[in-house]
């Protein structure tokens, strides 16, 4: 990466090649002719770690987006929910990661001995008193942000490391370096409180990523979508909130032809906030997605959130799982197979079964009404009745059907061309399994003899 003309990061293989910080592009392609070159982009680089920072807040509130790409945490009230300390920084540098990032991750007693740590030994731990002395001992003195205008003079004093600074005269030390410097050494040390200002949330989710790249298949762009999922993650997490329906929108070139962004709109049957299950959600939608031109950046808006369900309290696990795992396993495979395959009932208020027997797709199921409880009606309702043959002048379905109800007379349908005049009753075969069947009502042109259907089955 250049800036101004010279190399400000680099990778091993580059440096294995013999590139160096401050080399210019020339040399650099001398040296390794198929490296990719990229000038730095500082707007971006700051959108990239605040980003993190909001997808930190999935592991606490206090977040501070500090000075030189330092994202700091306070993890004290987290540790026995995620686990202990070890877990916790795995998972911390997997939510990293999915940034397409490395971090140094650091552990101390204070904000500023972490931030200490991870920018002088590009991470570890300090969270004994011994193991910040030793810490100090090694970190040299220029990062700290008040030393580094007077790196001459600490140099020509010999002093090269942080406890070598705090091992000078503090009267001399204020006198010519002022207070400030000597309050960070203290809240390094952990003698004195640092202040924090908090990451602060929007009051709404709306986030935006541009890609290196035009990217033209859509399963390429899941990468960078699970990078806005993170960050919605955490602000939900942060706010209290689950989200109930979001949209992604892929954003396509501009200029004298631009085209709409393609909208993906995710809606949820149970509101939620886990990351790994709106993932999947979108890793789905985005294989069904044809684009009708390159993309150029991503784009993910909170369409409707709501307040977190309370966790619950009881002892016993629900057998079969809980209504929101019922909810996310629909919500998988209406992504996985579309919403026409993927229907709920939805009865309608008419008499005549195959009306009444309405299925519709789940993003579109009304509320739930009430249901009449004195109608029999079946499990299963067939889709085409069936002949039933007449034995003895009782119906017959593989055993002679015993009718066990009182009849049930439907007449209507002249509004709509599809009258319906029958009479249905619940009947018992010689196994005690009940079906629905129905006896047609000639009518006075007709002089065929009334036949039974079998129409629905029984629980």
């Known amino acids: 990466m250049l800036e101004g003309g010279r190399v400000v990061a680099l990778d091993r293989a580059a440096r294995a090649l013999g590139v160096v910080a401050g080399m210019r592009r020339g040399g650099v392609l001398s040296l390794a002719p198929d490296a990719q070159i990229r000038e730095r982009d500082a707007a971006r680089e700051r959108e990239l770690v605040l980003g993190v920072a909001y997808a930190l807040l999935q592991f606490t509130p206090s977040v501070v987006d500090a000075d030189e790409a330092v994202v700091v945490l306070d993890v004290t009230a987290s540790l026995r929910l995620f686990h202990g300390i070890l877990a916790l920084r795995q998972r911390v540098r997997d939510v990293v990661a999915s940034f397409g990032v490395t971090a140094a991750i650091s552990?101390?007693?204070?904000?500023?001995?972490?931030?200490?740590?991870?920018?002088?030994?590009?991470?570890?731990?300090?969270?004994?008193?011994?193991?910040?002395?030793?810490?100090?001992?090694?970190?040299?003195?220029?990062?700290?942000?008040?030393a580094r205008r007077y790196a001459n003079w600490f140099e020509d004093l010999g002093c090269e490391t942080l406890a070598d600074l705090q091992r000078l005269p503090r009267a001399g030390l204020r006198k010519r370096c002022g207070t400030q410097l000597l309050d960070w050494l203290d809240q390094v040390a952990g003698t004195a409180p640092a202040a924090y200002d908090w990451l602060e949330m929007p009051p709404s989710f709306d986030t935006r990523v541009e890609l290196m790249d035009r990217v033209e298949h859509a399963e390429a762009l899941l990468f960078v979508a699970r990078r806005l999922i993170l960050q919605l993650t955490g602000w939900l997490t942060a706010k209290q909130l689950d989200v109930a329906a979001f949209t992604l929108l892929l954003e396509h070139e501009r200029g004298r032809d631009a085209i709409a962004p393609t909208e993906i709109e995710i809606a949820l049957g149970a509101p939620t906030r886990f990351e790994e299950h709106l993932t999947r959600l979108v890793k789905e939608r985005l294989g069904h997605v044809e684009l009708a031109g390159p993309v150029i950046a991503v784009r993910l808006v909170a369409r409707s959130v709501q307040e977190a369900a309370a966790p619950s309290d009881s002892l016993f696990p629900e057998p079969g799982g809980t209504p929101q795992d019922h909810a996310r396993l629909l919500e998988l495979l209406t992504a996985r197979l579309g919403s026409e395959n993927v229907l709920v009932a939805?009865?309608?208020?008419?008499?005549?079964?195959?009306?009444?027997?309405?299925?519709?797709?789940?993003?579109?199921?009304?509320?739930?009404?009430?249901?009449?409880?004195?109608?029999?009606?079946?499990?299963?309702?067939?889709?085409?009745?069936?002949?039933?043959?007449?034995?003895?002048?009782?119906?017959?379905?593989?055993?002679?059907?015993?009718?066990?109800?009182?009849?049930?007379?439907?007449?209507?349908?002249?509004?709509?061309?599809?009258?319906?005049t029958r009479d249905y009753f619940v009947a018992e075969d010689d196994n005690g399994i009940c079906y629905w069947i129905y006896k047609e009502r000639p009518t006075a042109s007709d002089e065929s003899e009334a036949r039974f259907f079998l129409h629905g089955l029984f629980g």
Do not use: C, N
């Open 107 to 146: 552990v101390a007693s204070s904000g500023p001995a972490a931030w200490m740590v991870a920018r002088g030994l590009r991470g570890g731990l300090a969270l004994s008193a011994r193991s910040l002395r030793r810490a100090l001992a090694r970190v040299p003195l220029v990062v700290a942000p008040d």
């Open 346 to 420: 939805a009865p309608m208020a008419d008499y005549r079964p195959e009306p009444a027997a309405r299925w519709v797709p789940m993003r579109d199921a009304p509320k739930p009404s009430p249901l009449p409880s004195d109608l029999p009606r079946p499990a299963w309702l067939l889709a085409k009745p069936v002949p039933l043959l007449t034995r003895e002048h009782r119906p017959f379905y593989g055993t002679p059907l015993r009718i066990v109800s009182p009849g049930e007379r439907i007449e209507g349908g002249w509004q709509d061309g599809q009258t319906v």
